[in-house]
């Protein structure tokens, strides 16, 4: 389990998106055996879950930007 969160994490969200997509396409065809089946299910499993959670990470970080009233000027401010 470790070598896979190590694996997804080497991936851009771009990258892991697009393979996500792949696996969708190839279950959706209805090819390949049952048992290719299961083990592309669980892949995709573990990227929807990672690529989940890079959207959270980036939708926090576009949250810390405010815009002040009085300037217009963007300041980060603390997430907590």
Same mark, same amino acid.
């Given at each position: ?18 393979e #996500?997509?792949?696996?969708?396409? @190839?279950?959706?065809?209805g ?9 592309? &299910?669980? /892949?995709?499993?573990?990227l929807? /879950? &990672?690529?989940?959670?890079? #959207?959270?990470?980036? /939708? ?5 930007? @405010? ?14």
């Open positions: 389990m470790k070598e896979e969160k190590k694996a997804l994490e080497a991936l851009s969200f771009e990258d892991s998106l697009s #996500l997509e792949a696996i969708v396409d @190839r279950l959706e065809s090819q390949g055996s049952l048992d290719d089946a299961i083990t592309a &299910y669980e /892949r995709g499993a573990q929807k /879950r &990672y690529c989940q959670m890079k #959207l959270d990470e980036a /939708r926090m970080k576009v949250e810390k930007i @405010r815009l002040p009233e009085n300037n217009g000027e963007p300041e980060l401010s603390n997430f907590e």
